[in-house]
């Protein structure tokens, strides 16, 4: 990317996605950080130079006015990192409707509603990035069963999409982190340590995040771990039967 692009982060308060944000600002990005959390948005904001935009990305409209406000503020949209989620509201022996829905709003819908958002914009300039920060839950599975099944959506999201997104000279990818010392396993992060598994700071996804901003492909999965540099997964070409 060139320097001063212009980068959309939603969920970009904490965690991965304020990783990111001071990642790219360090590497000469403009940065647009999309929260709820006004406090850390507007910290992570002041940190980066960057913008801070209160977004529910659960909401349609919230979602345009982020990308409207980016292009207000600074005339671009270089790239757009889809990242904010949710841990699951519930599972199967705790099933509410409620809950369900709140999950999937945020890590479902929140990521089609910002991809639908940054099109137009997108598809008018006929350039851009768009990233999707999905789970290695989404290519294997969890015990967070409905948030593992909306990273199962966003895979299928990404690979369906993309080609048709190319033709507009769009690329879409998603980075699927694996565990990560994130406030979303606050609670676990005891319980994951005490059973050897390691946990990503995640400075490392926003590594990986950068790089698959830099990369020429689409329409990837790229698998993130602990130490490990980000890998594009290998789905197998399953043919069509035919008579």
């Known amino acids: 990317m060139t320097a001063g692009a212009v980068a959309l982060i939603t ?139 909306a990273k199962h959506a966003l895979i299928g999201l990404v690979r369906s999409a993309a080609p048709h997104l190319a033709r507009d000279g769009i690329r879409l990818n998603i980075v699927c982190p694996g565990l990560v010392d994130t406030p979303v396993l606050a609670r676990a992060r005891t319980a994951i340590l005490a059973h050897g598994l390691l946990l990503a700071d995640p400075g490392e996804i926003a590594a990986a995040v950068q790089s698959v901003l830099g990369d020429r492909r689409t329409g990837r999965a790229w698998v993130v771990q602990a130490g490990r540099p980000a890998v594009p997964v290998e789905f197998p070409e399953i043919p069509l039967a035919t008579r």
């Open 11 to 149: 969920g970009g308060a904490s965690g991965i996605g304020a990783a990111t944000a001071r990642r790219l600002a360090g590497e000469g990005w403009r940065v647009v950080i999309a929260d709820v959390d006004a406090a850390r948005g507007a910290g992570v904001a002041d940190d980066c130079g960057g913008l801070f935009i209160h977004t529910d990305v659960t909401s349609l409209h919230d979602n345009e006015h982020a990308v409207a406000q980016s292009v207000r503020a600074h005339g671009r949209l270089d790239a757009v990192v889809l990242n904010a989620a949710i841990a699951g509201r519930c599972g199967l022996d705790d099933f509410t409707q409620q809950h369900y829905r709140e999950t999937m709003r945020t890590d479902l819908d929140g990521i089609v509603y910002g991809l639908h958002a940054a099109l137009p914009r997108l598809r008018r300039q006929r350039s851009g990035h768009i990233v999707v920060t999905g789970s290695l839950a989404g290519l294997t599975g969890s015990p967070d069963v409905f948030y593992a099944t």
